[in-house]
């Protein structure tokens, strides 16, 4: 069975400090991963995937296999990155299902 | 263009009741997912639709549930025989094809409470 982990409820950094939010992931094979975020009032939303190694925000994320994880990182947080955070993944190729975690709600303090 | 609609946006219904939560996907997006998000959970796959059929119904947790998708567009998502315990935000999305690495796109949910 998949699983995704996020351990931090809640993460409150200043404006300008670097940010983590931390994500681990159980599964056997090859798992695609993404982040999804859900600003105040708006829908949720891809924010990156690992897949295209790309920054989105000022926001990264690697695939580490031997850890089982897909830390969300941003060297200095702005105001605006105010939002709930969701580690999702799916099994790769034709398969749809995203398994998503419990959600780390991020604020980022003036 | 338009996003993913979903309506009723909020749903007030007595135990017992029958519901029905409607989906409107992107145009000309084949996939159609929902999902449903209980309070301080992240969401969770009930089923998925390629074009008209439902591909994968393993999320649904009881035979009270069940979707349609007869036409390959819309979606109803209904509920029989409703429980407290179905009190949820359910979300909708579509994505252009059943690839994985495809982005799904989120409807704004219905709130679904049941009394």
């Known amino acids: 069975a998949q699983r995704v982990t996020q351990p931090e409820k809640l993460l409150s950094v200043f404006k300008g400090a670097p940010v983590e939010l931390k994500c681990n992931y159980s599964y056997s094979g090859s798992p695609e991963l993404f982040w999804y975020v859900q600003y105040s009032r708006q829908r949720l939303q891809l924010l990156l995937r690992h897949i295209s190694r790309e920054s989105i925000k000022g926001f990264t994320a690697d695939l580490n296999k031997g850890e089982t994880s897909f830390h969300l990182k941003k060297p200095f947080a702005q105001e605006e990155d105010s939002a709930m955070y969701y580690c999702?993944?799916?099994?790769?190729?034709?398969?749809?299902?995203?398994?998503f975690g419990k959600g780390t709600l991020l604020t980022v303090n003036p | 263009g338009a996003g993913v609609s979903q309506t009723p946006s909020n749903k007030v219904t007595e135990k017992g009741k029958y519901v029905e939560l409607r989906c409107d996907p992107i145009s000309g997006h084949t996939a159609l997912y929902w999902y449903r998000q209980s309070l301080g959970q992240g969401p969770e796959f009930l089923i998925y639709f390629q074009g008209t059929g439902a591909a994968d119904d393993s999320g649904l947790p009881n035979d009270r549930f069940f979707a349609v998708r007869p036409e390959g567009s819309v979606s109803t998502l209904k509920i029989q025989r409703t429980e407290r315990g179905d009190s949820a935000v359910y979300l909708c999305?579509?994505?252009?094809?059943?690839?994985?690495?495809?982005?799904?796109?989120f409807g704004p949910g219905t709130r679904l409470t049941v009394l």
């Open positions: 999702a993944l799916s099994s790769g190729g034709s398969n749809y299902k995203l398994t």
């Open positions: 999305a579509s994505s252009p094809t059943i690839v994985s690495s495809d982005t799904q796109y």
